[in-house]
C-alpha cells in the first residue's frame, strides 16, 4: 500500500489542480485532507456539536470560492492563511446565530463582541494545536501499513497512557519488545510528520 501522500506531488500542485473549480476530484482530495484539521479548530472553539459540520461546510465551501484567488508562490504557509479563512468563517456564524437568537434585545451587540473576545485570543493557540494533532493522525494512519506485527498497536497504546508493562500483558508480548516497536514507530512517524508539514503548510 503506498503512503496517503503518493496521490499527490506538493501541497502547491494540489491547489494547482483545484484552483480549477470543476475539477471534482481533486476538490475531494483536498477537502479530505483539511478537512479534519477544520473540523478540530471549530471544535476547539467552543461551536456546539450540532452546528459544527454545518460550520465545516460553510468554511469548506468559501475556501473553494477563494482558491482561485490564492497566490500558490507567495501565499506564505497556506495553513495559516486557512486558520485566519476559518476563524472568519467561525466569527461570522457566532454574529449570525446572536443576532438570530437576541434579535429584539438591546444587549446583543455586546454580548455578540464578548463572544468574539472570548475566541479570539486563543484562535493561534487552538489552530495550532489542532494542526499538530492532524498531522500526527495523517502520518501515523500512512506509516502503519509499513509495520508488521503488533508496531502500531504498542504505539497508540502508548498514546492512550498505558505503561509498558500494561501494553506487554495486553498484546501477550515481552517488555523487551514493547520499547523496541514504541522506538521504531516513534522514529518514523517523526519523519512522516516531517514530510507532511513540509507538503501541507
Known sequence: MQLFMDTYNTRQ???MRVKNQHDD??????????RGYI???????GIAESDREE????????????LPDIDVEH???????LSTL??????????????EINLREKAADQEDQQQVNTVLPDIDRISEAAWKQHLAALALDNIEPHFSGKAVN???LSLQGLDVPAIAEKLEIKEESVYRLKTRVKARLIEEIQRLRS???
Open 55 to 66: 460550520l465545516v461546510q460553510q468554511t469548506l465551501i468559501k475556501l473553494w470560492k477563494k
Open 39 to 45: 473540523y478540530a479548530v471549530i471544535r476547539n472553539m
Open 75 to 81: 501565499s506564505g504557509k497556506f495553513r495559516s492563511w
Open 86 to 99: 476559518t476563524k472568519n468563517c467561525v466569527i461570522d456564524f457566532i454574529r449570525k446565530r446572536k443576532r
Open 199 to 201: 507538503e501541507l503548510e
Open 13 to 15: 500542485t494540489l491547489i
Open 154 to 156: 504498542v504505539f497508540r
Open 25 to 34: 476530484p481533486s476538490w475531494e482530495e483536498f477537502a479530505n485532507i483539511y
